[in-house]
């Protein structure tokens, strides 16, 4: 299949934000060490004197260049392309650190870089197109259609579920409600976003979309899910041990996004089995890349910890419905904001 003009700014646009993101952290990270060299307080301890380096802001407006890119993405492509694409970032964040910051990349890492890399080839060449939208008011009657009425109505029941009776009595043990709670209700922020995208893109063609209540109420959306969403991100990332929550938050996050855009927008209609196969394919190589990268990146940091004791670490099987002991979040603990915030912002896209 052809890849329309629109695809293509958002594929070019989705890339630039990966860039951007991913290098942000390595900018900021340099500005963090500038700082603690200059005035011996670490911001993991509670120093606030990176805030006066102008390094690590030149890596905070990178960062934001790249949501906002990230952002306009979703008003020329289909979720379904852009979305995967986030997982790229991970691998600018670990190149770069490898020949910057001296934090060396070995082989298991390459191959987690090489395996993002080869399954997002693989969506972008069977990605389907962007179907042209004249209005936000046709995206309206795609977010009524009964298909993701049905959706929406079963993740605010399972939502509720979650938070109401799951998270009081296992939230704290077990890693899968407070990353699911994230998941479900960030699926719907995305597809929110991309209506406010969309509404915004065509303000700027002259056709205003500002005057439409439609609007301003995916705006509300919008605001309402990723408030909900950070508030459960951050519990799980203080909870539980970063390197479990981050691939574990990804998967579940990039699916239910994917399958949101398949029901309201119908991204796959159209499209011939061996592209949906294809593409489908393409998104579980991302997907084991980045759990690759992610157990790559842990590894390192828990052996720079432990040493020999890094043998201590209890399995992923036990971690996914036990807590991760003092010892495990005393680990936590020594890192630079930077680099937890690193692993939040993975699957915010």
């Known amino acids: ?34 700082a603690a060299a200059a005035s011996g307080a670490r911001a993991g301890v509670g120093g606030f004197s990176y805030l006066l380096e ?49 934090e060396k990349l070995h082989q298991l890492g390459i191959l987690g870089c090489v395996m993002c890399i080869a399954g997002s080839i693989v969506i972008v060449i069977h990605a389907p197109q962007e179907r042209p939208i004249t209005s936000v008011q046709e995206i309206w009657s795609m977010a009524t259609q009964p298909a993701f009425l049905l959706y929406v ?10 938070i109401f009776h799951f998270a009081p009595q296992c939230g704290h043990s077990n890693v899968l409600v407070f990353t ?10 995305v597809m929110s976003v991309k209506a406010v995208g969309t509404a915004l893109k065509l303000t700027f ?19 309402t899910c990723v408030i909900t969403q950070m508030n459960y991100l951050n519990k799980a990332l203080d909870t539980f041990n970063t390197a479990v929550v ?5 998967v579940m996050f990039t699916s239910l996004t994917i399958l949101a855009s398949v029901i309201m927008f119908k991204d796959w209609d159209g499209q011939n089995v061996g592209s949906i196969i294809s593409e489908i394919c393409g998104f579980i190589v991302v ?32 971690r996914l419905c036990n807590g991760n002991g003092e010892f495990m979040k005393h680990e936590e603990e020594n890192l630079l904001p930077d680099e937890a915030v690193f692993f939040q912002r993975q699957e915010m896209h």
């Open 1 to 34: 299949m052809g890849f329309s003009q629109d695809n293509l700014k958002g594929f070019v646009l989705a890339l630039s934000s990966s860039a951007f993101i991913g290098a942000s952290f390595i900018i900021k990270k340099k500005g963090l060490r500038r």
């Open 54 to 102: 102008p390094l690590w802001w030149l890596g905070m407006i990178t960062m934001i260049v790249g949501e906002v890119a990230n952002f306009v993405a979703y008003a020329f492509a289909p979720a379904v392309l852009v979305t995967p694409l986030g997982a790229l970032s991970i691998i600018v964040s670990a190149v770069l650190a490898h020949f910057i910051l001296n």
């Open 153 to 162: 109505g079963s993740v605010i029941v399972l939502v509720f579920i979650l």
């Open 180 to 189: 699911g709670i994230c998941s479900f209700m960030g699926s719907l922020s």
């Open 205 to 223: 063609e002259g056709n205003n979309q500002l005057l439409y209540p439609e609007t301003w109420f995916f705006v509300f959306i919008v605001a």
């Open 246 to 250: 981050s691939p574990i938050y990804y």
């Open 287 to 318: 997907l084991s890349g980045t759990i690759v990268l992610h157990t790559t990146r842990e590894f390192e940091r828990s052996s720079s910890f432990r040493g020999s004791y890094a043998s201590l670490s209890p399995p992923l099987s036990a």
